[in-house]
């Protein structure tokens, strides 16, 4: 390769002809396609992908074979010319096929690839393109399994590309992409590199021309090394003075346009066009993340591509729309867990200013082969390779958790642990020499659980960075313990820089608290938990930053939480509506006065009459006022960017005004006295979220299920039994999926061994409806009637009891899981005429009464 260094050419190429002469065309319409397991043809739209419904379904999603074909006009003046398809990305394994002969195929689901399809074109004729796409596990493509979907498809942009027959390179692992390294940055200079290669078709005589702009748009550089007849790479050295430097708060961008010309015609053949920034940064193990000589804490978000009801075939406009939304929150950093995600969404970091952290989507397992080896390692160098010129990069990410299915995978012997201890070592070790082959100017980084085997495996030593996946009073107990193992870790091994790469509860925006507890799913513990972990990191200069898991609710097919097939640790629903929690990073990170009412899906509380009402409002101020009905005012502290009011309210409606700084924030709020429901039945059922701590809010019907309480006298409530708690360690009842319903939270929350539940009404006609489900998996679906006498007392499992109400015997000897199934939501209804006080009985058969929720009706 021939190195040039060139001075300022500022007047030589009067009349510069800078109109690309590259053709790119996306071809995303009107593909007809099919699934190799369907008789079905359907027209379908790229980005595309075949399992936006099927992967929120019981059961699993389609694995396996897509093909889309398309008709495709070439024109007869192309035939001088050269044409490429391009895959932004397709999951995970595809071919490509031209009027039947094989183009070529590409392993890997989250880079983009290249096929010069010219060879096999009939221009001036319509032509066929055949694109076979496979999804199915393969033990030898990572990722093997991992918390999220691997939807198939052709999931982003496919790009038609027309070039000179001499052009840029375009085919290989770098994808098109030209390489703009900066070896040296400082305030006063930069130097600068920009490489790249040529395809040529023959020996005539070509002209590079090359422009740099600043970011304001004015040219600072033109340059014009001379290339000899037959060759193919290229590299130029230049200098910037005084360059306006890149960061997160002046994301400054330098512009590379170059043009590819033939010497003897003066016609343009190829254009390419790449941003670049100046900057340089270090992770420093005692003084945290420096960039550009200042520290800087690493605040932001993981972020996964999907989006509710399409999957990860997402148009670009939700990517910036995704990105811009992390920004405004007041983020410096994005990690874009656990893969490369569409090429716009650099180009948007590098925009708006975004530091981030890319990764190859090695998780969870390693498959201790070769060919596994060389498709991790080519991934890392696509990666690497494609997104090289984007300043926003900072991390190359080689591996994530990947010891977490060994380490709770029970019967797996000494021997195979130690043999998957081994390969993912020596994979680790490869996916490092590649990556600094590669890119010596970033760091690269692993992100792992919290396990002592990174340690003494020495794999945790690989990596320039370690970033810790934590999940302190969540997965292990106590949110306090965070800054003591963060300490630990920092004390024995005081050399390696560390982040938190994950963090956080799940959290269900129907469910609201204001007694929070670990697997509730209350958006109240997702605070308490947030703003922990947040006071914990900031206050230890030595951690680099913290990456919150994760952006937004994310596809999961394997999740069975209060939302199945959705992991809900999320900032913002999977529908990218905020949660409280995404207002108080907002409070807590951005620069401009802001203020929020929390509880947005709190508007109505139901208290007592003697109670409070609780309200916290997020500031990034000293103080904050409330206005209560445009009359009476209070004032309060803001501690870690939260005010916290009791407010004594009549019951009714009620306005609430916050004002902080020089901006305000209005929200109505609704209390409802608990001990007047009875009386108020007329108008409104009673509902009761049996055996919780919390209310529920019914999205599809706006119907509150309020949080059980025990009985007093004139009210209502429960005389006995215990919450049921499938974990002694947890306070969720159960986490499984409830089928049949689209209320799991509701069923899966319940009151065991409850013998009464009572309600002092007046006489009148009534709707009593119980909500039940069995928690239990290993129950018996055998009747007690079935058995013999002999085996009533010692059958496993059975749950059986009946029901009165008010002495009336309604349910005989019901089994749940007998009469309905296992984990399956169950409604029961019937119609009374009392005098008085409604006594619902239930009287044990085999095992103990369960009950997840009530609703009183007045007739």
């Known amino acids: 390769m021939k190195t040039f260094k060139i001075l300022l050419l500022a007047v030589l190429f009067v009349g510069f002809n800078l109109q690309a002469q590259r053709l790119v065309k996306t071809i995303n319409s009107g593909w007809q396609f099919q699934l190799e397991n369907k008789d079905r043809i359907e027209t379908a739209n790229i980005p595309h992908t075949w399992n936006s419904k099927d992967a929120f379904k019981e059961g699993p999603y389609y694995r396996g074979k897509g093909t889309y ?44 690839f290249i096929f010069e399809i010219s060879q ?35 999931y982003r942009d496919l790009e038609l590309i027309v070039t000179g027959k001499d052009h840029f390179k375009l085919e290989g692992e770098a994808a098109g992409t030209m390489q703009v390294h900066t070896p040296a940055v400082s305030e006063e200079l930069a130097e600068v590199n920009f490489s790249g290669e040529i395809s040529r078709s023959n020996n005539k005589d070509l002209i590079l021309e090359i ?22 790479e290229f590299s130029v050295d230049f200098e910037i003075e005084n360059p306006l430097l890149w960061s997160p708060d002046q994301p400054h961008l330098y512009k590379i346009e170059s043009n590819l010309k033939d010497h003897n015609s003066g016609e343009i053949l190829d254009s390419y066009f790449t941003g670049f ?165 970033r760091l690269s980084v692993m992100a792992l659980h919290e396990n002592e085997l990174y340690n003494t495996s020495k794999i945790a030593d690989i990596p320039d960075v370690i970033g810790w996946n934590l999940y302190f009073g ?34 269900d925006s129907r469910i609201q608290t204001n007694d929070p507890k670990p697997w509730d799913f209350s958006e109240a513990y997702q605070l308490k938990s947030h703003v922990s972990y947040l006071n914990q990191v900031m206050e230890r200069d030595y951690m680099l ?14 999740r069975q939480d209060s939302r199945p097939y959705i992991n809900q640790k999320g900032l913002v629903n999977f529908n990218r509506e905020p949660k409280d929690i995404y207002y108080y990073y907002k409070a807590r990170l951005i620069n401009e006065d802001f203020v929020y009412i929390a509880g947005k899906n709190f508007t109505t509380r139901s208290i007592d009459q003697n109670e409070n009402v609780k309200l916290k409002v997020f500031s990034n101020s000293e103080n904050v ?37 020089k901006v305000n924030h209005h929200r109505n709020i609704e209390v409802k006295f608990r001990n007047n429901l009875i009386e108020n039945i007329d108008t409104e059922p009673i509902r009761i979220n049996v055996g919780s701590h919390s209310d529920f809010i019914d999205e599809e019907t706006g119907s509150i299920w309020i949080s059980d ?65 069995e928690p239990n998996r290993k129950a018996s679906t055998e009747n007690i009637y079935n058995l013999g006498s002999d085996k009533k007392d010692t059958s496993d499992g059975i749950r059986s009891f009946d029901i009165l109400i008010n002495g009336n015997l309604m349910e005989k000897d019901l089994n749940l899981a007998g009469d309905y199934g296992i984990l399956q939501a169950v409604e029961l209804s019937y119609e009374i005429n009392t005098e008085g006080s409604i006594n619902i009985q239930f009287e044990p058969q085999q095992g103990k009464s369960i009950l997840s929720g009530i609703s009183l009706e007045k007739l």
């Open 69 to 112: 074909q398309k008709q495709l006009f070439i024109p007869q003046n192309w035939n001088e010319r050269s044409v490429f398809l391009k895959f932004e990305g397709a999951n995970q394994h595809t071919k490509v096929y031209i009027n039947d002969a094989f183009i070529g195929e590409h392993t890997g689901g989250y880079t983009a």
């Open 120 to 154: 096999n074109l009939k221009f001036g004729e319509t032509n066929q393109v055949r694109i076979e796409v496979d999804n199915s596990h393969n033990q030898d493509i990572p990722p093997l399994e991992a918390d999220f979907n691997f939807y198939g498809g052709i």
């Open 211 to 232: 422009e740099i702009t600043d970011p304001d748009g004015k040219v600072v550089k033109t340059l014009a090394p001379e290339l000899e007849p037959n060759q193919s």
């Open 277 to 441: 920034g100046c900057r340089w940064f270090k992770a420093d193990p005692d003084e945290g993340f420096i960039l550009n000589g200042k520290p800087i804490k690493l605040i932001g978000a993981n972020r996964h591509q999907d989006f509710e009801n399409m999957g990860n075939a997402v148009p670009n406009e939700i990517h910036r729309k995704d990105y811009q939304m992390i920004k405004d929150m007041g983020s410096n950093f994005i990690r874009t867990a656990h893969y490369p995600q569409d090429s716009d969404v650099y180009r948007i970091c590098d925009e708006i200013g975004l530091l981030v952290w890319t990764e190859v989507p090695v998780i969870n397992d390693v498959t201790d082969s070769e060919a596994y080896h060389e498709n991790a390692v080519n991934m890392q160098k696509e990666q690497i390779l494609q997104l090289y010129n984007h300043p926003s990069i900072v991390f190359w990410g080689i591996m994530n958790e990947i010891f977490i299915r060994l380490v709770f995978t029970g019967d797996m012997s000494e021997a195979d642990k130690n043999a998957k201890i081994k390969t993912s070592v020596e994979l680790a070790k490869k996916l490092e020499a590649a990556t600094k082959k590669l890119d010596t100017s």
């Open 474 to 507: 969540w997965y292990t107990p106590g949110l306090e313990n965070l800054g003591k193992f963060l300490d630990e870790q920092h004390r024995r091994y005081p050399e390696r820089p560390l982040l938190i790469s994950e963090y956080g509860p799940g959290s």
């Open 545 to 558: 930053g913290m990456a919150a898991w994760n952006f937004a609710d994310f596809g999961s097919s394997g």
């Open 625 to 661: 006022r409330l206005i209560v009905n445009d009359s009476i005012e209070k004032e309060s502290p803001v501690r870690d960017n939260i005010a916290e009011f009791e407010l004594d309210l009549e019951e009714g409606k009620h306005s609430i005004k916050a004002i902080s700084g």
């Open 709 to 773: 309480q025990a009985y007093s006298e004139n009210s209502f409530g429960y005389l006995d039994g215990e919450v049921y708690q499938q974990s002694k360690s947890k306070f969720q009842g159960t986490a499984s999926n409830i089928k049949v319903t689209t209320k799991e939270p509701l069923f899966q929350t319940m009151r065991e061994g409850l013998e009464t539940y009572r309600f002092d009404v007046l006489e009148g006609n009534y709707r009593i409806t119980l909500l039940m489900a």
